[in-house]
């Protein structure tokens, strides 16, 4: 943990990219991706993945060919989870609790990509942090409609009919198909966190 804060203590405004492992280069996720990581490291934005294969490779290359650096936070699992070669820095965790960690603490948003339960981890724990004000809001993305169309109707039709969520907890996440788009929703609150508070010097973030 403590290596984990010292290495990154210094990386500047950066966004967490999530998706699965198993997305290769057919795949138009994949693609996507990798326009996203271009278009934020161009914007003077670190990309953080999970420093994997699939989306994160592909967020990590589109990242590392940009002018901002490109983040893998890895961890060793008995299969699937190999470093990708895109990465300006890789770190490599024993604990999932750590590594999330990191991916909260040194991100100003989040945008997820069609994966499996690991991804669906970093989506509810994200949601229920910024529902339960443990952390500052911040944006928090799903890219393609169609995989997480399913998903928004279910909280909405099953969880806020039930009463287990209040209706602005669904404004707590966005969906697009625009890999511009997903960029420039972070690239706009980040803009935002660098307008001054009144009394305040406008400063860097």
């Known amino acids: 943990l403590i290596d984990g804060i010292e290495t990154l203590h210094n990386l500047g405004p950066a966004v967490s990219i999530f998706g699965s492992s198993r997305l290769g280069e057919d795949s138009p996720y994949y693609g996507a991706a990798r326009t996203v990581g271009r278009i934020l490291s161009e914007a003077g934005l670190a990309v953080m993945t999970g420093g ?26 008995p299969h699937e989870q190999v470093a990708n070669p895109h990465q300006d820095l890789s770190l490599s965790f024993r604990y999932f609790f750590v590594r999330k960690f990191m991916f909260v603490r040194y991100a100003l948003g989040y945008i997820i990509f069609p994966g499996g339960f690991g991804t669906l981890d970093e989506l509810f724990e994200a949601l229920t942090l910024v529902q339960t004000e443990r952390i500052r809001r911040f944006p928090v993305v799903l890219f393609g409609t169609d995989y997480w169309q399913g998903l928004a109707d279910w909280m909405r039709e099953r969880m806020l009919a039930e009463g287990c969520i209040s209706p602005q907890d669904l404004g707590l996440f966005r969906t697009t198909d625009s890999p511009e788009e997903a960029a420039q929703i972070i690239l706009q609150h980040v803009e935002r966190l660098r307008e001054p508070v009144p009394g305040e010097r406008r400063g860097a973030l």
């Open 52 to 77: 994997g294969p699939g989306i994160m490779e592909a967020a990590n290359r589109g990242a590392f060919a940009g002018k901002s650096q490109s983040v893998g936070l890895n961890i060793a699992l």
